[in-house]
C-alpha cells in the first residue's frame, strides 16, 4: 500500500519560513492531485492548498501570495514553501494523496501522520 510521509515542520516567529515535503512511496495513474491540509485543536481538518499531476495549483484564500506548493514527479514529492507565517497558521499539516489500494483494487486517498508546524508570535 502506499506511505505517505510529511516532513519539514518546526517552530518559528511570525515572519518566519519553513518548507514541508511529502514523499510517496510510489505515484500511480491514482496519483491525480497532491494537497496539503491543516488542523488545529478542536477545529476540522482545512484544505490549504493542492498541486496535480500536470502542475495547476490551488491555494486558501488566507495563504495565497504567502504560500508555494511545487512537485518533483521523479522524486514522488511535493513541496509546500511557506513564507511570512503568521500565528494562525499554527496546526498540524497533514498531506492527501491519491494511490491505488491494491487490496480493494481502487483508487483512494492516502494520508501521512502529519508535520506540525508552529508559528509564535
Known amino acids: 500500500q502506499m506511505q505517505v510521509a510529511e516532513s519539514g515542520g518546526g517552530s518559528v516567529q511570525t515572519g518566519g519560513s519553513l518548507r514541508l515535503s511529502c514523499v510517496a512511496s510510489?505515484?500511480?495513474?491514482?496519483?491525480?492531485?497532491t494537497a496539503w491540509y491543516r488542523q488545529s485543536p478542536g477545529e476540522e481538518r482545512q484544505f490549504v492548498s493542492g498541486?496535480?499531476?500536470?502542475?495547476?495549483?490551488n491555494y486558501k484564500d488566507s495563504v495565497k501570495g504567502r504560500f508555494t506548493i511545487s512537485q518533483d514527479n521523479a522524486k514522488n514529492t511535493v513541496y509546500l514553501q511557506m513564507n511570512n507565517l503568521e500565528p494562525e497558521d499554527t496546526a498540524m499539516y497533514y498531506c492527501k494523496v491519491g494511490g491505488y489500494d491494491y487490496e480493494l483494487n481502487t483508487c483512494r486517498d492516502y494520508w501521512g501522520q502529519g508535520t506540525q508546524v508552529t508559528v509564535s508570535s
Open positions: 498541486i496535480t499531476i500536470d502542475g495547476n495549483t
Open positions: 510510489e505515484y500511480t495513474y491514482c496519483t491525480i492531485e
